[in-house]
């Protein structure tokens, strides 16, 4: 039973499109967060949602809108990718902001 | 601001070799720290944590004490197996709804 989930697991995409990716998580938390993690393997806090609500959002270009449908999902969508929006992207969870965060397998999205 | 300073890899050891990789760290207050670990192709999962000074955290054969008067966090393991090759990294995170901060990764590859 996979407890946090993505789609797509790879994403490769031209320069100046707009991309979804989806996150769901089966384990009953209620805060969610993504991650970036880049070429170095440095990773990055973008975004968290605490029961539907943005909480944190870390300098984050306009261009990523993060959208929580239901405390089960936190979707990420990209408008007029760039190049240097390549990364793996990770989603995860937790309950409350002081337990521990749960990741999902991440989503490597390529930009040509 | 916080930050998290962990050694450069990769660091390469023979298997039953013993292992540190060093983990300090600058904070405003009084953080939680981490340890997490990323097996090639996976998302990151928790390896052990310490919330207060003082505090080792322990799991699978790893330790790690919250060191205030040194501002560390070292990772230890006294026998790696080709199985620890992964990458770990450094997290701390205060009273900032989840939000981790974390180190670079060191990336550890353990040979037969």
């Known amino acids: 039973d996979t407890a946090v989930s993505q789609t797509p697991k790879y994403l490769v995409t031209q320069m100046g499109n707009d991309k979804s990716i989806k996150c769901e998580q089966n384990?009953?938390?209620?805060?969610m967060y993504w991650y970036k993690q880049d070429s170095k393997k440095f990773l990055k806090i973008m975004f968290s949602?605490?029961?539907?609500?943005?909480?944190i959002n870390e300098t984050v270009p306009n261009r990523f809108s993060p959208k929580s449908p239901d405390k089960a999902h936190l979707n990420l969508h990209i408008n007029s990718l760039e190049l240097g929006d390549s990364a793996v992207y990770f989603c995860?969870?937790?309950?409350?902001?002081?337990?521990?965060?749960?990741f999902g397998p991440g989503t490597r999205l390529t930009v040509l | 601001g916080n930050s998290v300073t962990q050694m450069e890899g990769p660091v390469t050891l023979s298997e039953e070799a013993f292992l540190t990789i060093n983990c300090t760290y600058t904070?405003?207050?009084?953080?939680?720290l981490f340890w997490y670990v990323q097996y090639p192709g996976e998302g990151l999962q928790l390896l052990l944590k310490?919330?207060?000074?003082?505090d080792k955290g322990s799991n699978k054969g790893f330790e790690a004490t919250y060191r205030k008067e040194t501002t560390s966090f070292h990772l230890e393991k006294g026998s790696v197996q080709v199985s620890d090759s992964a990458v770990y990294f450094c997290?701390?995170?205060?009273?900032?709804?989840?939000?981790?901060?974390f180190g670079a990764g060191t990336q550890v590859v353990v040979t037969p």
């Open positions: 995860a969870s937790s309950q409350g902001w002081e337990n521990e965060q749960f």
């Open positions: 384990l009953g938390h209620d805060t």
């Open positions: 949602y605490n029961n539907k609500e943005l909480i």
């Open positions: 904070a405003t207050g009084y953080p939680s």
């Open positions: 310490a919330t207060k000074a003082d």
């Open positions: 997290a701390l995170s205060e009273d900032s709804w989840g939000k981790l901060q």
